[in-house]
């Protein structure tokens, strides 16, 4: 892979944005340089390698150069530039819904490209775009935001469904993966904003003697 393609672009910018929501993450825990570099890179590779182990190729994180160089550099310079810490959540948030968005629609395309079916491909886009997050979020000692009640998983699955139903009636890819991209990051953005959640179990009632 040498030329600068339009899913080679979405994924360089994925892996960019997820690099800086992991390394800034590992800043609100105080962890040192090599620590924060490690959470962003880890988060920034790790949806990527897991979808190209499931379509049996191998991983872009380890036959290109220019992923884990992207990955590393974004991560320092989050470390170097990070604002102030009590505007840190919000910018994870951010950069979090962003790579959510770019991930889980190269994800999906790239499985429809090795010929898994669109139900696989998306199931494939959206582990790729969970994967990173929930990486960073073990590696902090967070609770994985996929398993919370925040619409995630869910804005992703969107996100992948509409890709492939774009990309099987002709759209261009690079119309399609913004449009796609757009429509993820936006909804995960509104369900923040609105505290959007999935349901929970209800509380077992009191018991009465």
Not at 77 to 85: G, I, Q, R, T
Not at 148 to 175: F, H, K, M, N, W
Request: proline content about 6%; glycine content about 12%.
């Amino acid at each position: 892979m040498t030329s600068l393609s339009p899913l080679l672009v979405a994924d360089l910018v994925g892996i960019a944005v997820f690099a800086a929501s992991g390394a800034t993450a590992g800043v609100v825990k105080r962890l040192d340089l090599f620590g924060v570099v490690f959470v962003g890179f880890t988060a920034a590779l790790g949806g990527g390698i897991m979808r190209d182990v499931f379509i049996n190729v191998q991983p872009n994180a380890f036959a290109d150069w220019r992923y884990a160089v992207v990955a590393a550099l974004c991560a320092g310079a989050a470390f170097w530039l990070h604002p102030a810490v009590s505007r840190l959540r919000w910018t994870v948030l951010v950069l979090d819904a962003a790579g959510l968005g770019l991930f889980v629609v190269t994800g999906t395309l790239k499985a429809l490209d090795a010929g898994v079916p669109p139900i696989g491909a998306c199931i494939i886009g959206m582990i790729t775009g969970i994967g990173g997050g929930l990486a960073r979020d073990l590696l902090t000692g967070e609770i994985p935001t996929v398993l919370r009640r925040e619409i995630y998983a869910v804005a992703g699955l969107l996100g992948c469904a509409s890709v492939a139903a774009l990309d099987a009636t002709g759209v261009q890819r690079p119309a399609a993966i913004a449009l796609a991209a757009t429509l993820t990051f936006v909804l995960r953005m509104v369900a923040i904003r609105r505290n959007w959640s999935a349901p929970t179990p209800s509380p077992n009632p009191p018991e009465h003697s």
